[in-house]
């Protein structure tokens, strides 16, 4: 089943399987998938599936922002693939086809705001690695706040 994850944005690491329906996006309460954002409507977007062709594809439901997908900005309904970035307003999601538990592993790499660094299970297999041979490696961010291997 495909899903979204937000990857920037106020709820980095949410995620949200689509299932075989239509899926609205927007800072509206009563909607599966809100986004609390102030440049996002309250309906800003759709995400939909064809039975018949077995896709996804977005939908700008006349935001004041827009919907940009990795990048531009569309102005009709757009086919969805694997791994393609969603933006609506300062919100960041990833479209994935297949929810194979991925996502989870990670977002294990990205921390919320105040939140400790959380290591992967590759890191610590790394870091038990190196231990035994006098060596620590550690995992930080740069200037920037890409994450960088110590």
Known sequence: MAAITVLLGDHRGDRYPLGCRTNVVGRAESLSVQILDDLV????LQIRFDSCTKRYSVLDMASKNGVFVNGFRIRAETLLADR???????????????DTGVSEAILHRFKRVGERLKPTHQDLQVRQRRVGAAQSVGIGRDSEGALMVL
């Open 84 to 98: 393609d970035r969603i933006r609506i307003g300062r919100t960041l999601l990833l479209f994935a086809e297949r």
């Open 41 to 44: 409507s309250r309906k800003h």
